[in-house]
T-cell receptor
Framework: TQLLEQSPQFLSIQEGENLTVYCNSSSVFSSLQWYRQEPGEGPVLLVTVVTGGEVKKLKRLTFQFGDARKDSSLHITAAQPGDTGLYLCAGADAGGTSYGKLTFGQGTILTVHP | GAVVSQHPSWVICKSGTSVKIECRSLDFQATTMFWYRQFPKQSLMLMATSNEGSKATYEQGVEKDKFLINHASLTLSTLTVTSAHPEDSSFYIC???????????????FGPGTRLTVL
């Protein structure tokens, strides 16, 4: 069974601060997705990282995939209240036999105060 | 593109009744759909994997006779909660995987969720 440890579980910061969310595993993933979810809604895909060492940027969000494809991070620069939400990382099985089943981290609840 | 809908968005039912939730991929074909359950402020818990034209694969601890899944077409999967009880109250979310996607990506696109409350 693959596990994906996501930290921190809760993050409460002031507008303008920077933050980093981490996802770590002992398993290798073929790809890793980051999602953002607001209360009462489904998760929305932010980014997919596939290659070890890959870095992707989405405005103020920077996503990194570890060289060994076992870990990933999400860094937000100058956080804004609109960034508030539940952030989820999810890894896809490298074995390719699970019909694309994802292993989800525990989630990080981010609150950005004005 | 990659839009997934769910119906209903919320439902309240009496204990002992059955509830059907529909999940549709609106602009793509999905050979595989997934059903998740989510408790407040927690991550998603995979219940089952639904493949078009075949039986669903349930995760350990999920009762297949209680949570009936049917994936009759490439754009529709249904989850029926049979003989619902208050402990089944939860947020149910489906996702769909675009059949055009390669195995190395495995991106899933999620529906907006269904809030089930069993009285």
């Amino acid at each position: 069974t693959q596990l994906l440890e996501q930290s921190p579980q809760f993050l409460s910061i002031q507008e303008g601060e920077n933050l980093t969310v981490y996802c770590n595993s002992s398993s290798v993933f073929s790809s890793l997705q980051w999602y953002r979810q607001e209360p009462g809604e489904g998760p929305v895909l932010l980014v997919t990282v596939v290659t070890g060492g890959e870095v992707k940027k989405l405005k103020r969000l920077t996503f990194q995939f570890g060289d060994a494809r076992k870990d990933s991070s999400l860094h937000i620069t100058a956080a804004q209240p609109g960034d508030t939400g539940l952030y989820l990382c999810a890894g896809a099985d490298a074995g390719g036999t699970s019909y694309g089943k994802l292993t989800f981290g525990q989630g990080t609840i981010l609150t950005v105060h004005p | 593109g990659a839009v997934v809908s769910q119906h209903p968005s919320w439902v309240i039912c009496k204990s002992g009744t059955s509830v059907k939730i529909e999940c549709r991929s609106l602009d793509f074909q999905a050979t595989t759909m997934f059903w998740y359950r989510q408790f407040p402020k927690q991550s998603l818990m995979l219940m089952a994997t639904s493949n078009e034209g075949s039986k669903a694969t349930y995760e350990q601890g999920v009762e297949k006779d209680k949570f009936l899944i049917n994936h009759a077409s490439l754009t529709l999967s249904t989850l029926t909660v049979t003989s619902a009880h208050p402990e089944d109250s939860s947020f149910y979310i489906c996702s769909a995987r675009d059949r055009r996607g390669g195995m190395s990506y495995n991106e899933q696109f999620f529906g907006p969720g269904t809030r089930l409350t069993v009285l």
